[in-house]
């Protein structure tokens, strides 16, 4: 993403309800919606996550998951907080 880097906390917050709005062919999309663009889907846990992702494909955006969500991110210590740019 080329806008600067922000807490995954505050993505999970605001990707809820948006997934059609990562679709490139829609009149609503985020202005970074691309299919040239990879997205990664994070929910709690993975199983959402891997189902947004599923979606995203079936629409031909290269899409991904984070395997095991938010929680395997933190349980692994990899930072939640704020990152500067």
Do not use: K
């Amino acid at each position: 993403m080329t806008a600067p880097h922000r807490a995954i906390d505050q993505l999970l917050g605001e990707a809820r309800g948006r997934l059609v709005r990562l679709d490139p062919a829609c009149e609503a999309r985020l202005p970074e919606a691309s299919y040239d663009r990879r997205v990664v889907v994070v929910c709690n846990e993975g199983y959402s996550s891997s189902l947004a992702a599923a979606t995203l494909r079936d629409l031909a955006v290269d899409a991904t998951d984070l395997d095991g969500g938010f929680r395997a991110w933190a349980a692994a210590g990899l930072p939640t907080g704020e990152i500067d740019a």
